[in-house]
């Protein structure tokens, strides 16, 4: 059964550094466009940064731009998302989500059709 699998949440002080993985079973990753998704509480959803079947990355929130990378490992069916220099603001849950978006990235969550349960990252002191 096709499954994403988020892990790496945690607490981390501001101006600290946070791995997230998001590991697939049940099908090919490396066919898939993988986006990270955001939800702060009282929030709406927000695509964060995408990295395409190709190996493209696109930036979706400018609050990230060079603090966050996003790279994959297609041997072990695994897409990272890097965070740096983290922020009280970083704090959300987590999603990344698989998909086959015809322009490749895409921050519409309509476009991804698997999910990870999410995981938690608290940007505190």
């Known amino acids: 059964q096709p499954q994403l699998v988020e892990s790496g949440g945690g607490l981390v002080q501001p101006g600290g550094s946070l791995q997230l993985s998001c590991a697939a079973s049940?099908?090919?990753?490396?066919?898939?466009?993988v986006t990270w998704f955001r939800q702060a509480p009282g929030k709406e959803r927000e695509a964060v940064i995408c990295?395409?079947?190709?190996?493209?990355?696109?930036t979706y929130a400018d609050s990230v731009r060079g603090r966050f990378t996003v790279a994959r490992v297609n041997a072990k069916q695994t897409v990272y998302l890097n965070m740096f220099r983290l922020r009280s603001e970083d704090t959300a849950v987590y999603y990344c989500?698989?998909?086959?978006?015809?322009?490749?990235?895409?921050?519409?969550?309509?476009?991804?059709?698997?999910w990870g349960q999410g995981t938690q990252v608290t940007v505190s002191s």
């Open positions: 989500a698989a998909g086959n978006p015809l322009s490749g990235c895409s921050g519409k969550a309509n476009d991804y059709g698997y």
């Open positions: 049940g099908f090919t990753l490396d066919d898939f466009t």
């Open positions: 990295i395409s079947r190709w190996d493209s990355p696109f």
